[in-house]
């Protein structure tokens, strides 16, 4: 599987619906912060991601 990257978000924002998605991201302080960095990149809108760290 590897490091999650751009090409992995992508298509799960694509048929997003008028109003957007909640995007919940669960997992280390790093992956927290990649998986949200990526999030933004591929155009979520930071208040529509809900972030839980551990570790």
Same mark, same amino acid.
């Given at each position: 599987?590897?490091?999650?990257a751009?090409?992995?978000v992508a298509?799960?924002l /694509?048929?997003?619906?008028?109003?957007?998605w909640? /995007?919940?991201?669960?997992?280390s302080?790093?992956?927290a912060e990649? /998986?949200?960095?990526?999030?933004?990149?591929?155009?979520?809108p930071?208040?529509?991601?809900?972030?839980?760290?551990?570790?």
């Open positions: 599987m590897g490091r999650l751009a090409a992995h298509p799960l /694509a048929e997003r619906p008028t109003d957007g909640e /995007a919940y991201v669960c997992g302080n790093a992956f990649h /998986a949200s960095r990526l999030l933004v990149q591929a155009g979520q930071v208040d529509h991601i809900r972030i839980e760290r551990f570790g």
